[in-house]
């Protein structure tokens, strides 16, 4: 095939992505589409001299592998001068990781990346044959580690140590961020949009996961006509292809696993677990690589040219901060969602004998500043289960409407070190500063106001007679969207990474992770940590390739 007519909804890089072609290659062959992220349907592509160079990422031998993924010793890993080492393994970090192995290929250079903490679930825990909703939950609490009594201030924040950090968990639910969110960031909505088109494609978001379910068009038709008319299917991170011909699709809820087998498929690079960075060492404001800790204490030093730190809103200022990186916005404009959750009874009389799920929401608006999620039904009893979970037919169910407001960056909301409590790695503990300005409480008295009317929506066309709703307002951290204790801005004063990720002053260090969101917005904030990682990731390679 010496050229392809490209398709409708295919960009170059999609096409690359499919035909397994090198994508540097393919836009050297086709100058007329400057840009692989816009759509390119019913362009030629060239793809002449190249199919016989297909990437192909030699295996390490068989023999070799002892886990479900390839692992290299910290020994090892110290011997070796990595381009690009990455901290953390959660989404941020596997997202970085992803896209230099797809855009790198086989070019010699040397990737690693560092995970705190151990294998513990080679997938999604939904993706588990084992676990369905409760399970899962019981699962979570106990291998979590809760900030809880020691942070009276954001006391229902938790942390997963583990491959794949928190994405072994999440709820998968993945809108993009309302275009005026961005008023408040350093960047435009369109100049992520590509990104998000990158995230979205490989994180496979769609709003397939429920539409047309009979509950969730049912309820759809209902609140449009009761005051909501944005209300819609919600995207969700989930594979809604089946295994057919040969091609696997057993995960199909997204954690970042998949972007490790991706990347894997690509090429090779070096991935330790139980290895807790401990400081990025620097040189004449260079970051010259990393101290980093086995669980026996052991340590060793990992030299890099580029440092991307992906550890968490808590741990990324934790790690930076102790290592005596400067800038006055480090560890501040700590943020979260405010997040209210009403429960409502349904009669299940109202609906046919086929119920299926519903996840739909509504997202913010210019005069809304929150967004709501409706989840069911019985919660997430039904929203997720096992094939061979025995499903009773119900009299009545519940359905969750989650309302998620924006927080504004405030200064004084911050996480600073403790230098009074060290771990067991020498590391100061964190403290966490945290309350709502009167702004916020004004948006959480607008949430409350339009829960009250979606629930009194619902009570008075499918709800159960005589059951009472029940209201609960969630405190800091128990919504898991903690946000912007690394943000990203112009101003050295008021953020800590430029506009690409980069730390303010030192040219060869980057954040990629939850913390680098200069401002909450309403959405869950995962697929845009996603995007921004894809978007530092192309700078970074854009910047080494000078
Ligand atoms: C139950 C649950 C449901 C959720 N649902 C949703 C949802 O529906 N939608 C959504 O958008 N978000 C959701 N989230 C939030 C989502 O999981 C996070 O936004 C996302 O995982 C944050 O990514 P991150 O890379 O910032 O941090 P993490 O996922 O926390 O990853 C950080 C990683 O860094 C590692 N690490 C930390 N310190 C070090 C160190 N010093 N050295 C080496 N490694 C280190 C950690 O072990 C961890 O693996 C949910 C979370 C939970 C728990």
Redesign the pocket.
């Known amino acids: 095939m010496d050229s392809y007519t490209a398709q409708t909804g295919e960009t170059l890089r999609s096409v690359a992505y499919r035909m397994r072609l090198d994508i540097q290659k393919l836009l050297s062959l086709n100058p007329h589409i400057p840009n692989p992220d816009t759509y390119i349907a019913g362009q030629t592509v060239n793809l002449v001299r190249m199919i016989h160079i297909p990437i192909a990422a030699p295996q390490p031998p068989e023999t070799d592998l002892k886990q479900w993924i390839p692992l290299t010793s910290l020994e090892e890993m110290s011997q070796t001068e990595y381009d690009v080492l990455i901290?953390?393994?959660?989404?941020?970090?596997p997202a970085v990781l992803w896209r230099l192995c797809q855009q790198w290929g086989l070019n010699g250079k040397r990737i690693g990346i560092?995970?705190?903490?151990d294998l513990l679930i080679p997938t999604h825990s939904m993706n588990i044959p084992t676990l369905n909703a409760s399970r899962k939950r019981d699962f979570?609490k106990n291998i979590?580690y809760p900030l809880g009594k020691s942070q009276p201030e954001y006391p229902g924040a938790?942390?997963?140590?583990?491959?794949?950090?928190?994405?072994l968990?999440?709820?998968?639910?993945?809108p993009r961020m309302h275009p005026a969110d961005f008023n408040e960031w350093p960047i435009s909505y369109e100049e992520l949009t590509p990104y998000y088109n990158i995230a979205e494609r490989v994180m496979n978001i769609s709003k397939g996961y429920t539409q047309d379910s009979t509950i969730t068009t049912m309820m759809l038709e209902i609140l449009r006509g009761s005051g909501f008319p944005e209300i819609t299917e919600l995207p969700t991170a989930i594979d809604l292809t089946a295994t057919k011909f040969g091609q696997v699709h057993s995960n199909a809820l997204f954690s970042?696993i998949a972007f490790l087998g991706s990347a894997l498929n690509q090429r090779p690079f070096d991935l330790a677990v139980n290895?807790?960075?401990?400081q990025i060492l620097s040189e004449n404001g260079n970051a010259t690589g990393l101290r980093?800790m086995s669980p026996d204490k052991k340590s060793y030093v990992i030299k890099a040219k580029t440092i991307v730190v992906?550890?968490?809103?808590w741990?990324t200022p934790?790690?930076l901060l102790s290592s005596g990186i400067p800038g006055k916005a480090i560890g501040h404009y700590l943020m979260n969602h405010s997040k209210i959750v009403a429960t409502v009874k349904i009669d299940r009389s109202y609906f046919p004998e086929v119920l299926g799920t519903l996840f739909i929401w509504k997202p913010r608006t210019l005069i809304e500043p929150y967004q709501m999620i409706l989840y069911g039904p019985d919660l997430e009893r039904y929203l997720w289960y096992p094939v061979f979970e025995n499903k009773e037919v119900l009299k009545e169910f519940d359905i969750g409407i989650e309302t998620l407001g924006v927080v504004e960056p405030q200064f004084e909301n911050y996480i600073a070190l403790n230098h009074a409590s060290v771990d067991a790695y020498g590391v100061p503990d964190i403290q966490v500063r945290f309350s709502y300005s009167e702004k916020d409480k004004a948006i959480i008295g607008k949430m409350l106001q339009a829960t009250n009317h979606m629930v009194a929506s619902l009570l008075g066309t499918i709800g159960a007679k005589n059951r009472q709703p029940e209201l609960s307002f969630y405190v800091p951290g128990e919504d898991?969207?903690e946000m912007g204790s690394y943000r990203m801005g112009n101003d050295p004063s008021t953020s800590a990474t430029n506009p690409y990720g980069r730390i303010h002053g030192i040219s060869n260090l980057y954040v990629a992770?939850?913390?680098v969101i200069p401002y909450s917005g309403a959405?869950?904030?995962?697929?845009t940590?996603v995007a921004l990682a894809i978007r530092t990731t192309d700078h970074i390679i854009h910047q080494l390739s000078k």
């Open positions: 901290v953390g393994a959660g989404a941020g970090g560092v995970e705190r903490g979570y979590s938790s942390q997963v140590f583990a491959l794949g950090g928190k994405t968990f999440w709820s998968t639910a993945s970042s290895a807790r960075a401990v980093v992906s550890a968490s809103t741990e934790r790690l898991y969207h992770d939850n913390s959405a869950n904030p995962t697929l940590t």
